[in-house]
């Protein structure tokens, strides 16, 4: 998860403008200033972007928690696997599981959206 993070990131920073890092210095900020101030709220569609690739491969890590968790401890997307039994699959129980499993990562995509967007893309044209 993280190296794709990194990637983002280091792409979104490489195309940073030189131009307003210099104008920040001209108007008296150091270097921590031109960071916080600056470049992270410049930043927000790739941190964005970032977040939510890092929240999808993490919310689809279900073959390794499965495989390295105990018994007791299964992650959420277990149990909507778990319907099925050896009588048939309990369709009930499958779509109101796969529901609530799919529920935050819709409602998260939708409100991010255009960051997703634009914060996967920042680096990939150049002119």
């Known amino acids: 998860v993280l190296p794709f993070a990194i990637l983002i990131m280091r792409d979104f920073f490489a195309d940073f403008p030189e131009e307003i890092e210099e104008a920040a210095l001209v108007d008296g900020a150091s270097p921590v200033q031109i960071l916080l101030r600056v470049a992270l ?5 790739a941190i964005t972007a970032a977040a939510i690739i890092c929240f999808a491969f993490a919310w689809n890590e279900y073959l390794f928690a499965s495989v390295m968790a105990p018994n007791k401890a299964k992650p959420y997307t277990f149990l909507v696997a778990s319907t099925s039994t050896v009588r048939g699959v309990h369709f009930g129980y499958l779509s109101t599981r796969m529901l609530i499993a799919i529920t935050l990562p819709v409602v998260l995509s939708l409100f991010v959206q255009r960051y ?12």
């Open 116 to 127: 997703i967007v634009r914060g996967l893309t920042l680096g990939a044209v150049k002119g």
């Open 41 to 45: 709220p410049l930043a927000g569609p």
